[in-house]
């Protein structure tokens, strides 16, 4: 299937289940944003300071998970099913153990941890209480994330959508029963978050043993340099853009206090929060696609059909784009409607989130080559053009920006920085595509 069906049919039979995977876990986040905007301004404010934290551990889970699955992926299209097995055990237990000790730390240096994540003492209370049972179930978020992404890329993405879906619709149904009917505020929405996790991770654990998954087997765990190299390659690139988004998450949680009004520093972190929960939910699905398009790239990239690797970077890029220009124009149009979702009692939130949306959505349709472009050089072992870039939009060029604009236009150039960043990444991965599909012509 991977090396003889049409790359275009292939790879939307591939991203249904990537992007409803993707999609699912981005509304339940938009679901935890609404009802803990129901609370108040600065119970947002928490939730978006330990979306910081949450940006972390993902920046481990897909390392591992990507590293790993691309080598399966990789190995699977060379016929080499005993060193696919060894790895699925290597990235898998390795990312659990990581995860304990992450999440032990965390909830011994809590307080000083939140502070650092740019919590104020306004929103510390609600930081600490969210980040508590997230940090309990970190080792077992990080871990689901490797199966997740395992999974994806041996061909298994229907397994991983189950198994994101469960702990979706489980976190969706105990949100309002925790915060409201036992009357566990923020807390509660952490603890739904910590049950529903654990619960997808036992029902993608269990997807692992079944026929035609590559069985994760601890015995056939091997913590060796070779391994761990290979989880370097396919990984860093995942690992720079995770980690540079979960520092640029901290450094717009800090700035945002800087350059808000004195006494609405609450509402402003808040307004960004709730941007970063709305933009993840339109990424998720070109992410989603682009998860489609790696299995069909790891494939025939391990059997040497570089001129499917070319038409299916192609068609993914033509269709992400597409995609991305219709939801930026809805953005554009709706975006005070968008962000009063979640919190309309505030004009303040309402009034900074819109212009910050609206930014973002002019950005946005550059991504659709941005995005591709990273994922087939990570899948094609191009691993120091794949960092570079992947490194370009959280760090490259958002950390320049955010220090030039807000100081020239205040609080309007904080609002404007991921734009420019977007903008800045484009220009780094357009000549990385063009050199890409020569060699591949060749």
């Known amino acids: 299937m991977m090396t003889t069906t049409p790359v275009n049919r292939l790879i939307l039979r591939m991203s249904v289940p990537t992007i409803t995977s993707m999609l699912v876990t981005a509304i339940y986040n938009i679901v935890d944003a609404y009802y803990v905007g129901h609370l108040s301004t600065a119970a947002t404010a928490g939730v978006g300071v330990a979306f910081a934290y949450q940006c972390f551990i993902q920046a481990i889970g897909f390392f591992f998970g990507s590293g790993s699955g691309n080598f399966i992926s990789r190995a699977l299209g060379a016929r080499q099913d005993d060193k696919a097995e060894e790895m699925a055990a290597t990235g898998f237990l390795s990312a659990f153990l990581i995860g304990a000790i992450v999440g032990t730390l965390g909830l011994i240096f809590l307080t000083p941890l939140s502070l650092m994540l740019g919590s104020t003492q ?22 689901q994330m490797v199966l997740n992404n ?14 994101l879906i469960v ?12 915060m409201y009917r036992l009357g566990l505020g923020v807390s509660g929405a952490s603890l739904a978050t910590f049950i529903s996790q654990f619960c997808s991770w036992c029902t993608l654990l269990w997807f692992t043993s079944v026929d035609g998954s590559v069985h994760i087997r601890l015995r056939k765990f091997r913590p060796t340099l070779q391994n761990y190299t290979e989880i370097v390659k396919g990984g860093l690139p995942s690992l720079s853009r995770q980690v540079l988004g979960a520092i640029s998450a901290v450094c717009l949680n800090r700035a945002a206090v800087h350059y808000a009004v004195p006494g609405l520093e609450a509402s402003t972190v808040a307004a960004f929060a709730v941007v970063s929960r709305v933009m993840q939910c339109a990424m998720s699905t070109i992410l989603g696609f682009g998860q489609g398009f790696q299995p069909v790239c790891g494939f025939n990239w391990g059997a040497q059909l570089y001129m499917r690797v070319k038409d299916s970077f192609l068609f993914t890029v033509r269709t992400c784009t597409t995609g991305i220009v219709i939801m930026s124009i809805f953005g554009l149009i709706f975006a005070p409607e968008i962000i009063s979702f979640f919190r309309s009692e505030d004009p303040e939130l309402i009034r900074i989130g819109t212009t910050v949306l609206r930014w973002q959505c002019i950005a946005f349709p550059l991504v659709g080559l941005t995005t591709p472009t990273n994922m087939l050089l990570q899948n094609i072992r191009r691993t120091g053009m794949a960092t570079i870039l992947a490194m370009g939009r ?14 020239i236009w205040g609080l309007s150039g904080l609002q404007a920085t991921l734009a ?18 020569r060699e591949l012509n060749g």
Request: positive net charge.
């Open 122 to 143: 306004e929103i510390l209370p609600h930081a600490c209480s969210y980040l508590r049972f997230i940090l309990i179930a970190t080792p077992f978020m990080i871990s």
């Open 150 to 163: 395992q999974l994806r890329l041996q061909g298994n993405a229907t397994y991983g959508m189950v198994g």
């Open 167 to 178: 702990g979706a619709v489980l976190n969706v149904l105990l949100d309002p029963l925790f």
């Open 394 to 407: 959280q760090g490259l060029f958002f950390y320049p920006a955010i220090l030039i604009a807000p100081r």
């Open 420 to 437: 420019i960043a977007d903008l800045c990444t484009f220009l780094l991965a357009l000549p990385f595509a063009i050199r890409i599909i």
